[in-house]
C-alpha cells in the first residue's frame, strides 16, 4: 500500500510537471481559448487551486473532526477499495460540470494562479504531517461528484485532477501553436 508520504510526493510531482507546461506562457497565450465554451489556462489553473484548496480544508476538518468523534464517514462505500481511475471512469460524465465552489471565477494573470497553486504544496504537506498511513483508509468527507473516498483515494484524486488538467493545458498550448501558424 502507498504511504502518505508517497502520496504527498505523487501530488508534488504532478505540481511540477502542470507549473513546467505554462512555462513560457505569455499571457495572451494563457488567455486564448480554443472556442468560447472552453476554458483557457488561466481558468484551469484557477479552478484547480479552487478545487484543491477546498479539498484540503475539506479533509483537515474531517480528519480532526473524526478524531474528536464528532463526525463519521464510515460504512460501505461503492468506491471502497478502487483506484481512482476507476472512479473517476465510474462517476464522471464525458465533460463534467464544475462544482460552482471550484469554478473559475475571477480571471486574472496566469502568474498570480501559477503561485497560489504552487503555494498549496505547503499546505498539503502541513496537513500530511497530521495524516497518519491508517488514516488513509479512513473514508474523509465525500467529493461532490464521485462521492465517498477514503483520505488516501483523495490524495490520489489531487494527483489525478492536477495530472488531467496538464494534459488539457499541453494540449491548449499545441492548439495555440496551430493556430499561430495558420495565419503566419
Known amino acids: 500500500m502507498t504511504n502518505t ?17 505554462l512555462a513560457g506562457m505569455d499571457e495572451s497565450q494563457a488567455q486564448w481559448k480554443p472556442a468560447p465554451d472552453a476554458w483557457n489556462a488561466v481558468e484551469i489553473t484557477e479552478h484547480l487551486f479552487w ?13 480532526l473532526s473524526i478524531r474528536a468523534g464528532t ?8 468506491n471502497g477499495g ?40 505547503s499546505t498539503l504537506e502541513a496537513f500530511g504531517e497530521l495524516l497518519t498511513d491508517e488514516d488513509l483508509l479512513i ?7 464521485s462521492g465517498p473516498m477514503t483520505f488516501g483515494q483523495r490524495l490520489e484524486f489531487l494527483r489525478f485532477h492536477i495530472d488531467r488538467h496538464r494534459g488539457q493545458v499541453e494540449r491548449l498550448n499545441d492548439s495555440f501553436a496551430e493556430s499561430i501558424s495558420v495565419l503566419r
Open 5 to 21: 508520504h508517497q502520496l504527498l510526493q505523487q501530488v508534488a510531482v504532478a505540481r511540477r510537471n502542470y507549473l513546467t507546461s
Open 51 to 63: 478545487a484543491e484548496q477546498g479539498g484540503i480544508l475539506g479533509m483537515w476538518k474531517t480528519l
Open 71 to 78: 463526525v463519521s464517514f464510515e460504512g460501505a462505500s461503492p
Open 82 to 121: 478502487l483506484p481512482v481511475e476507476d472512479i473517476i471512469r465510474r462517476t464522471w460524465q464525458e465533460k463534467e460540470i464544475v462544482p460552482p465552489v471550484a469554478a473559475p471565477r475571477m480571471g486574472g494573470p496566469l502568474g498570480f494562479w501559477a503561485s497560489a497553486l504552487a503555494g498549496l504544496q
Open 139 to 145: 473514508q474523509a468527507h465525500p467529493h461532490p461528484i
